[in-house]
């Protein structure tokens, strides 16, 4: 194979050749892995020339040991690389050796030639990896690279080199000078006269001494001094640290009745917002109330078709008939209830009837005589109740003339949508209906039924917003 990886093509019957390709391909770069092609140079190598290379680099690493280094630890890496390339030698022998003596034919052959070829390579970059720090073999694009990083550390090195050299120069003149200044001493201290010296030497003493003494003085009084200054720092600083002690209970105490009256505050706040939140629910239920008409709500009036109801109950006969006597009845006595609760609250008093409201059995009763005109009826159709007509015609009278009250006190003409005329019929739209039972229909009094109720519930509407009345109704309430 070539560097590229493709197989180079050989001949069959060529042996030489195919032995060539695969001494060829029998190495790789290691450190890209490229297939290499060995170069012609060392296709002619054999085992005398590699243990001549190997001897020369020998000889050269021992006289650069020598130059350069010196002690036991140069002679021992001399004798390690001197063991080393015995090894070699040893082994390289010993293979050599191995190959002179195998039993091949008489004539030495191509398979014989490849093994010692290899044999050379290997012992070759074997000491190639010994004695450098890249792996061999190295395809051309690696060496160079590699070539390049040595290059760049020799130059690093030099540099070093070169600032060592100059430190070393800089040393060796200040240790120069300094050998002179202490050789000039020396020599004016020999001149002098050795009885001066001593005379001299005996009045620094003593001089020094003397000096000594008052420093020892001056010291002792400081000391003293810084004794009498200590105590009363130190009592200071007791009375300090008591009055920190003090300060430090009273904050805490402090601290202690600050929590508790935040505390306090905190509780206080809640209790306020409840009794705010209770007093805004309070005035939202009152505004409410005063706003709820109290008798809309007891006696809700409304209408399905032509058949009108209070408080639930229906009033009127409809063709079906699908209305009994008891729920008519229990109509009525809402209605004469709902009669005596507006009158009340208007301060009206009829001056022909008076109401006697008792749910099923209510009544109307004369003033003049006290006779009883019922409100209730269980009788069909095909017989005549008089007493029950004359009840409902007094109950439409007694309307009549709380409306006509109404307008006169209040103002308040045409309260009704429905004109009433006294004693047993109502207009709508030009016609009049009776609200008696003789002589009528079942439709035409249902219908009459509806449009009284109807000016009833007009009547409840204008109360529940009449000012004067919602005053009243505030001052009842004990509000105003």
Avoid at 68 to 93: F, H, P
Avoid at 271 to 279: F, H, I, K, P
Avoid at 354 to 371: D, H, I, K, N, Y
Avoid at 424 to 447: H, L, P, Y
Wanted: charged share 25%.
């Amino acid at each position: 194979m070539d560097s590229s990886g493709r197989q180079s093509p050989v001949s069959k019957d060529s042996p030489a050749t195919a032995a060539k390709a695969l001494l060829q391909s029998s190495f790789r770069c290691q450190r890209c892995c490229v297939r290499l092609n060995l170069n012609a140079t060392l296709r002619g190598l054999d085992r005398e020339a590699v243990q001549a290379t190997i001897n020369t680099f020998q000889s050269r690493s021992v006289a650069m040991a020598d130059s350069e280094q010196s002690g036991d630890s140069q002679q021992q890496q001399q004798q390690q690389q001197q063991q080393q390339c015995t090894t070699m030698s040893a082994s390289c022998d010993s293979e050599s050796a191995s190959h002179d003596f195998l039993l091949l034919d008489s004539a030495p052959s191509i398979s014989q030639n490849l093994s010692t070829r290899l044999a050379v390579f290997e012992r070759l970059f074997e000491f190639l990896n010994a004695n450098c720090a890249a792996d061999h073999p190295l395809c051309t694009d690696c060496a160079d690279v590699l070539a390049e990083l040595q290059a760049d550390r020799v130059r690093q090195l030099e540099e070093e080199l070169a600032c060592m050299r100059r430190y070393l120069e800089h040393l060796t003149l200040a240790g120069t000078d300094g050998r002179n200044r202490r050789f000039d001493n020396d020599a004016s201290e020999v001149s002098a006269d050795p009885a001066d010296d001593a005379d001299t030497d005996h009045d620094d003493e003593e001089a020094a001494l003397a000096r000594l003494e008052a420093e020892e003085a001056e010291l002792r009084a400081e000391l003293e001094s810084t004794g009498a200054e200590l105590a009363e720092v130190r009592a200071e600083a007791d009375a300090e640290e008591a009055k920190k002690s003090a300060l430090t209970a009273e904050h805490q105490q402090l601290q202690h009745a600050y929590s508790e009256l935040k505390r306090q505050l905190f509780l206080l706040d809640e209790e306020l917002s409840a009794t705010r939140n209770q007093q805004a629910y309070a005035e939202s239920e009152l505004n409410r109330l005063q706003n709820t008409s109290v008798l809309g709500a007891a006696f809700h009036i409304w209408y399905d078709a032509h058949i009108a109801s209070i408080g639930g109950f229906r009033m009127g006969r409809p063709a079906g008939g699908q209305i009994d006597w008891a729920e008519l009845n229990a109509g009525w006595g809402q209605c004469a209830l709902l009669l005596q609760a507006v009158s009340h609250r208007l301060g009206f008093a009829s001056t022909v009837y008076t109401v006697w409201p008792c749910a099923s059995q209510s009544e109307m009763r004369l003033l003049a005589t006290g006779r009883s005109l019922p409100l209730y009826s269980s009788h069909g159709r095909l017989f005549s109740d008089s007493a029950f007509d004359s009840g409902m015609s007094a109950y439409l009278s007694c309307v009549t003339e709380l409306l006509a009250f109404v307008r006169d006190r209040y103002g308040k003409d045409r309260l009704a949508p429905y004109p009433l005329h006294p004693p047993k019929e109502i207009e709508d739209s030009g016609q009049r209906f009776a609200i008696v039972r003789a002589g009528n229909k079942d439709e035409r009094w249902t219908m009459a039924l509806r449009l009284m109720l109807l000016d009833i519930k007009m009547l409840q509407a204008w109360m529940s917003t009449e000012p004067e009345l919602l005053q009243k109704k505030r001052q009842t309430s004990g509000l105003a």
